[in-house]
């Protein structure tokens, strides 16, 4: 067969191109390094520190950090957390507001709750990070 009358190519073999559409839900960038704030998120029984969740205005960013440590518990819990900072971003608050406004409920519905007084600095998101690694 010459080169002339090769077949065309099939499906599986096409390049294919994505390009990414605007939407899907309101987030904050989950990195920064400018300083942030952050607080410790515990277990409601046990008090074993399940992660920490950081926030900082400089990039428009907040996220959590599971600790290491507490295994399997600690990251399903990142993922209420989580949920909560799309709420705050689609209500339009900035990360230092969503993490005032989470610190100050008490009781919240997930299996953590923020360990009082743990409201402290960092100089970016790397550090928070290193703890959650490391402790």
Known sequence: MS????????RFEEDMHFTEQ?????????W???PVRYFTVV???SGAVLGYLWAGDEDDAAAFEPRRAGGPRAVNESGFWIRR???????GLLPSQA???LAADPE??????VLPDSLTDA??????DALAKGD
């Open 3 to 10: 080169s002339e009358q090769q077949p065309a190519p099939s």
């Open 22 to 30: 605007p939407g899907g839900p309101a987030r904050y960038r989950d």
């Open 32 to 34: 920064t390094e400018k």
């Open 43 to 45: 277990d409601k029984e």
């Open 85 to 91: 900072l799309r709420s705050a971003k689609e209500r």
């Open 99 to 101: 993490l005032a406004e």
């Open 108 to 113: 919240p519905a997930g299996r953590g709750r």
């Open 123 to 128: 100089p970016n998101a790397a550090a928070v």
